[in-house]
């Protein structure tokens, strides 16, 4: 029995191989290699001596998926293709809704055919929307998303909820993570700053003379010094926490969330200095406007995963940007 992973040459997903391997666990990755190289799977191969099962697909080709059910035997199916810019979101929302929404009924559909139960999603700390009040937990009324990206996620969460309801052999279970960043200490799989424009890659792009300085989106946030917070949590953490899902799946009925975070969180300032001291580097940046859609500051309450999964977050802040920059230091152009 494998466990099909989706969007597993991708940031987070490589380092959810990686960790389902290290258990000994077979896995098939399908990823369209929109956002991700094709390298980070040979990589992982290469660090873990083994080969993996890799599908050049879409999520959205029915025929593709229909034909991976009929050929694999496949226990629970871990979902993390998905696009996901909060920003890029506003303006392409047609997009988002097609390729996170659609894409993910597909999905499930095709799944039920193939009478595989256990759904495992990634979910965002996004979903709490404006008026929640951190930290944030599992239970707490969700009000209204900020972004098409928000409501995406959301609206699968319901999904998944009205599901377990009617199919009381489905399993779902939302993982909501919040900021992963690092890397795996080998520096051999991170986040490729070609395909993104999250804050860490942003930073590292300045260091390493790629762009002059950082934006800094919004200084007027009610929070200490003005800018965003945000609870980071290492993706090595984060990647632990799909394993601790799978130990307890048995024990799990229906549909079920937890936050993936550290419970702490840090202003973008506050990153920028940490950064300087490990790096050694200085930081240039502007302050611009708030970038739409974003939220001034939020944090995890994390005491449902600790409880229940017997999930703790290991590494501290420090060791996120340390594993970030070594990463990058070693692969100043990603995966090329
Ligand atoms: P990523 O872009 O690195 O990985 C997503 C992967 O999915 C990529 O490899 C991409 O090529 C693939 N993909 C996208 N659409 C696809 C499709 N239609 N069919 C097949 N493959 C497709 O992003 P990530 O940071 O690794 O995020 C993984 C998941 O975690 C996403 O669902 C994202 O929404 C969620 N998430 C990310 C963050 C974050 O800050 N990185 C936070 C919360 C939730
Ligand atoms: C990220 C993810 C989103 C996920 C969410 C969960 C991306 C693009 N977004 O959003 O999928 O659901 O976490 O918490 O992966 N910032 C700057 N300058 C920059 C870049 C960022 O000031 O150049 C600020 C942002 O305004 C924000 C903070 O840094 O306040 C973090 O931004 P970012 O890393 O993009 O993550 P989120 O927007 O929180």
Same mark, same amino acid.
């Given at each position: ?112 055919? %193939? !009478?595989?139960?256990?759904? $495992? ?5 996004? +979903?709490? =929307?404006?008026? #929640? ?105 984060? %990647? !632990?926490?799909?394993?601790? $899902? ?5 024990? +799990?009925? =229906?549909?079920? #969330? ?79």
């Amino acid at each position: 029995m494998a466990i099909l992973v989706t969007g597993g040459a991708g940031y987070i997903g490589s380092h959810v191989v990686l960790a389902l391997l290290e258990q000994n666990i077979d896995v098939i990755v399908l990823d369209n290699l929109s956002h991700s190289s094709r390298k980070s799977i040979n990589r992982i191969e290469k660090l873990i001596d083994k080969k993996i099962i890799f599908i050049e697909g879409d999520i959205r080709n029915r025929k593709c998926l229909r034909n991976l059910f009929s050929i694999h035997n496949i226990f629970a199916v871990i979902h993390l293709a998905a696009l996901k810019s909060v920003g890029e979101s506003i303006f392409n929302s047609l997009e988002y809704y097609n390729n996170n929404i659609s894409g993910t009924i597909l999905l499930l559909e095709e799944m039920r055919i %193939a !009478k595989i139960l256990n759904f $495992i999603f990634s979910s965002s700390a996004t +979903i709490y =929307g404006a008026d #929640a009040l951190s930290p944030y937990t599992e239970n707490m009324t969700i009000s209204g998303t900020t972004s098409p990206y928000s409501t995406s996620k959301l609206i699968i969460e319901l999904f998944m909820q009205h599901l377990s309801k009617v199919e009381p052999a489905f399993t779902g279970i939302a993982l909501r993570y919040f900021n992963p960043i690092g890397a795996h200490e080998s520096s051999e799989i991170g986040e490729d700053s070609s395909f993104t424009s999250n804050l860490l890659p942003c930073i590292a792009q300045v260091a390493t003379g790629k762009m002059d300085k950082l934006i800094i989106f919004g200084n007027d946030y009610n929070t200490p010094d003005g800018t965003a917070q945000r609870d980071y949590i290492h993706v090595v953490d984060l %990647a !632990k926490g799909h394993i601790r $899902i799978l130990n307890n799946l048995p024990k +799990i009925k =229906g549909y079920k #969330a937890y936050n993936l975070g550290s419970g702490k969180c840090f202003s973008v300032l506050e990153i920028i200095k940490i950064f300087e001291k490990i790096s050694g580097k200085k930081i240039p940046y502007e302050f611009k406007l708030r970038r739409v859609g974003d939220l001034p500051s939020f944090w995890a309450d994390i005491s449902l995963a600790k409880n229940e999964l017997n999930w703790f977050p290991k590494y501290n802040i420090k060791d996120m940007i340390c594993d970030m920059w070594n990463w990058y230091l070693k692969n100043p152009n990603g995966f090329l």
